[in-house]
């Protein structure tokens, strides 16, 4: 066997700051640990790295790091967390960009506005309730054929396809001032829904089937935590990493639910 000579092998050191929390009702802590990083790596790699030998920068033996992941491809949105204070996915961060002289530092933390269930794990429960709030869903019956679904426009495909790009990873929600996180389950259905939801159900409420579920929707928005309550900080739509146009979504459920409420009171239905 020939030894492969075109290998990667590690560039420099960089060190992790990482906030470790070993349970949701422990106390969190630091550690850090030094990897040798080769180029092209990325935060997932490093973090199984350091699984493969925990031991920290003063040599004291700790666990592997937890946290999510699935796709490794920024699709699944698992692997959010916050990189230096930033949120974003953790599997398309290049150390090339975080840290690319030898002794540089990346901090790592689990996003706050989620509760912490370890280490780098959130529990994103909150965000799903809502989605099942709105009925972000195209209601169908599956027990016959149906054919064919109604026709639309290019334009209307562009416009779906860009919102339905949304992976539910919660960088919107980290990053937005009026979407905090709540002590209990109880309180979700009177907080801000954030905008994740709000664009969802803005593409369903553009869907030639899904619209038959749009009052219902609407009704909710228009209520506490719907969408009244967004301060127009826009800081949602600067960290979304698919891009979608989250303060149009916003501006649109807005003008829909004053026509609602409007149609409301004067037809009493």
């Not at 075109?6 to 030094?34: G, H, Y």
């Not at 840290?99 to 901090?107: L, M, Q, R, S, Y």
């Not at 929600?173 to 954030?194: H, M, R, S, T």
Request: net charge negative; with cysteine; proline share 6%.
């Amino acid at each position: 066997m020939v030894a492969n000579t075109n290998a990667s092998k590690p560039t420099r050191t960089v060190r992790f700051k990482i906030r470790r929390q070993d349970k949701p009702t422990s106390q969190p802590r630091w550690e850090e640990f030094d990897v040798e990083v080769e180029n092209g790596a990325n935060v997932i790699s490093c973090l199984q790295s350091i699984a493969e030998n925990p031991r920290t920068v003063e040599g004291t033996p700790s666990t592997p790091v937890a946290y999510d992941a699935a796709c490794l491809e920024e699709v699944c949105g698992s692997c959010t967390m916050l990189i230096n204070g930033h949120v974003r996915q953790s599997c398309s961060a290049l150390i090339d960009d975080y840290a690319p002289k030898n002794g540089d530092v990346i901090t790592l933390e689990p996003m706050s506005k989620f509760p912490c269930v370890r280490d780098l794990m959130v529990d994103r429960e909150r965000m799903f309730h809502t989605l099942k709030r709105l009925k972000a869903w195209v209601p169908i019956d599956g027990v016959h054929h149906l054919g064919p679904g109604p026709e639309a426009t290019p334009e209307e495909q562009q416009q779906r396809y860009k919102l339905s790009e949304c992976m539910s990873c919660g960088c919107c929600l980290e990053a937005c001032p009026q979407y905090n996180i709540e002590p209990a389950a109880a309180d979700w259905d009177e907080a801000f829904v954030g905008a994740a939801a709000i664009s969802q159900a803005q593409l369903f409420n553009t869907h030639e089937t899904g619209k038959v579920l749009k009052g219902e929707r609407l009704d909710v928005l228009m209520g506490r935590g719907g969408v009244n309550d967004c301060g127009n900080a826009q800081n949602c739509v600067k960290v979304c990493p698919k891009e979608i146009p989250l303060t149009e979504s916003i501006a649109a459920i807005g003008r829909a639910t004053t026509v609602h409420a409007f149609k409301r009171f004067f037809t009493g239905k």
